[in-house]
């Protein structure tokens, strides 16, 4: 696979017809494993000269957005440089030149942007209804398995099986256990044929990992955000709708908010919190209700909460925690804090400065370092507003 992605990427240099299996906008794992398995494919049992390039949907910057897809690529030993992104070709550029055919893997429906490659898209390959209305005239293979990649598993394994390796097998087996949850009948996102390939993937190459520890590790990467910079966090699940003009984006961030469970479920000082609006994902803001606990008062509380917190999850020294430090940082931060002067103040003494805020490893710089931000529900939307703009610019064939 490596060799053959090594050719995709020499043939990007040549001036010549290409042909191009595009996954969807999404990118998500099994589009890029759907393309990367059937453009191998379709490059083995073409004419001799012929090559089908497999391209990633997106731009390589958001790749690591994509931690499954990042986590598989390493775990099979496929280099990221190896690999084809969309801002690595243009496609108007050779759909206007007579130089392009396109097929079209896990997805159906070229965007708007796109709608003028419609012409050259040859075949679909898909697992999702058809949407009749806006599918290319073209031949389009479509059946509602749970993954797409077990329609790639079944072309390639009828067609010319001798070409898989295990490399490949590996690839379309791991996706298809994600993609139907391990494959739990219960959940309903699995069918005969999906649970057929994987069987039949796992009899040719017996080595290939138990389907629970590639299941725990894909899903475990998934929502994984360690190192993720706030604009990367916000982009990672963004969804964006448009109606009558108007963009309007959702962002998801997976984080643990344990120690704001706490607060929220103090009694001793009561707090009486109430979220409100906050620029930083790693940050939950609250309106204090009850505005006579003072700083020193809390503190106590949220030394509790740390020291149940570590003991319940018994990490290693070292290890990275949701509140951003190591246990090792938040044992001397705890230290630092029981053995300053607060603890001797009485009620009225005015609040000393709080030990330093610790670094939290999301963002740049920790967001209490220049005070409290200007929170506001405009701000947030004016953010997310400034990424989605950014992603349509790259689209635009006048700037290619």
Request: with cysteine; glycine share 4%.
């Amino acid at each position: 696979m490596e060799d053959y992605l090594q050719d995709c990427r020499a043939a990007l240099q040549e001036s010549r017809p290409l042909h191009v299996v595009l996954g969807n906008e999404a990118c998500d794992l099994d589009s890029m494993v759907s393309a990367l398995a059937l453009a191998f494919y379709l490059t083995k049992t073409a004419r001799a000269g012929e090559i089908f390039i497999p391209v990633l949907n997106i731009n390589r910057a958001e790749l690591p957005l994509r931690g499954d897809n990042v986590f598989f690529l390493q775990k099979v030993q496929i280099p990221e440089s190896a690999l084809v992104f969309r801002d690595e070709i243009d496609l108007h550029a050779l759909h206007q030149a007579g130089q392009l055919t396109l097929i079209l893997v896990d997805h159906h429906v070229l965007p708007k942007s796109d709608a003028a490659l419609e012409e050259a898209v040859a075949e679909v390959l898909d697992h999702r209804p058809i949407e009749q209305k806006y599918c290319p005239p073209c031949h389009v293979s479509v059946e509602l398995v749970g993954s797409c990649a077990t329609l790639v598993a079944e072309r390639i394994l009828q067609g010319a099986p001798e070409i898989l390796d295990r490399q490949t097998a590996s690839l379309l087996h791991g996706t298809i256990i994600l993609d139907c949850v391990n494959m739990d009948a219960k959940v309903g996102k699995t069918t005969p044929k999906d649970s057929k390939y994987v069987e039949k993937l796992e009899a040719l190459f017996p080595d290939l990992p138990q389907r629970k520890d590639i299941f725990d590790s894909l899903q475990k990467a998934k929502f994984d955000v360690s190192g993720l910079t706030t604009e990367q966090m916000l982009r990672k699940d963004q969804k964006t709708i448009y109606r009558q003009g108007t963009k309007v984006t959702i962002s998801a961030i997976y984080m643990d908010l344990e120690i704001c469970g706490v607060l929220e479920q103090s009694t001793s000082p009561a707090l009486r919190l109430t979220p409100i609006p906050s620029l930083f994902p790693d940050l939950q803001a609250y309106l204090q209700g009850n505005t006579q606990v003072s700083r020193k008062k809390l503190l106590p509380v949220l030394q509790e909460a740390l020291s149940a917190y570590f003991d319940s999850r018994k990490m290693p020294p070292g290890q990275p925690e949701v509140v951003g430090m190591s246990r090792e940082q938040a044992d001397k931060e705890l230290d630092r804090a029981g053995n300053s002067p607060m603890a001797g103040l009485s009620q009225d003494d005015e609040d000393p400065p709080l030990p330093p805020t610790p670094m939290n490893s999301l963002v740049d710089e920790c967001p209490l370092d220049q005070g409290l931000p200007k929170l506001s529900a405009e701000a947030v939307f004016e953010k997310c507003s400034q990424i989605s703009l950014s992603q349509s610019a790259r689209v635009s064939p006048s700037k290619k």
